[in-house]
């Protein structure tokens, strides 16, 4: 059976409790751009996004509607309609506003997931330097899932999407623990992360450089907002990335990310880290945060509520934690 060809990680659709408040976070101190706004709803993108990249909704809960990928043809999206009806996976056309053909289904381990071909384009805003805002936000560049079934997750996506492996993390046993995966050539368009779950991780960001990242944190401590930085800044030994993680008013966290490298190269060998090295999740060997191993959005469930989160069989936290 044909593999579709999956381009990269595309949009992200979040549930949110209070859109100004949600509004003020995104777009007047981040500097995301309002691309529409609709009753209960804004569409926003980083200013090298032709496309919209996060849609804000406004829901009594907070939680994660879909992940979406972007493929390359609307072929790739009947391949994929075939692979799942081979797979006996349910799924089913959505639009949404720009987006006419949108293939939505939930994987075998609860993740809902939407791909799609077609996409209205909208201008660069890249080089309207008069119009970048806030902390400067570039564009999409990758999402993090906490599951209980990293190995299995990552086999699937690998296996039957094309996904290709970049780094990973284990232990003594041969568990995997972590792993990064891509398709468009950089460290991961999706990681997956050792926990209960399914759960969004975070939703990141690439920034033009360090000092972005660091002026994000001014920007939160000027606006009286520090309690919304989590962890960072730092750099992580996987992926070599400059960092920060932020948390917005629901508690979806937001990556802001740089300075990682290629993997496009055939014979790309992935990079093992061990599980007790503290160098992999800070390159400068900072504590992580306790939070940041245990909390994460909730996704919705195909078929409506929520996925019900179960905990994994690989237990503990690394020794370095606050």
Sequence with gaps: METP????????IFYVTDLAASRHFYVDLLGLNVLHETEGALYLRANEDREWTLKLELAPEAGVKHLAYRVGTDADLDALTAFLDAQGIPWRWETELDRPR??????PYGVPVAFYAQSVKHPWLLQDYHLHRGAGLQRIDHINVMTPDV?????????????????????DHGRIWAAWIQRRGSVHDLALTNGMGPRLHHFAYWMPDMQSIIRTCDILAGARMPEHIERGPGRH????????YIRDPDGHRIELYTCDYLTVDPDFEPIRWHLADPRRQTLWG?????SWFEEGS?????????VQP??????????HVI
Excluded: C
């Excluded at 949108?102 to 994987?107: I, S, T």
């Design 102 to 107: 949108l293939l939505r289904f939930q994987d």
């Design 151 to 171: 190995e299995g997750v990552m086999r699937w996506y690998m296996d039957h999407l094309g996904f290709r492996l970049s780094e990973y993390t284990e232990d």
């Design 310 to 319: 179960r905990e994994s069989d690989l237990k503990g936290l690394p020794v």
């Design 298 to 306: 909730l996704l919705e469930a195909f078929g409506g509520g929520w």
């Design 286 to 290: 900072a504590k992580t945060p306790k």
């Design 5 to 12: 060809n999956t381009i990269r990680i595309a949009h992200g």
């Design 237 to 244: 030994g996987v992926s070599n990335a400059f960092f920060l």
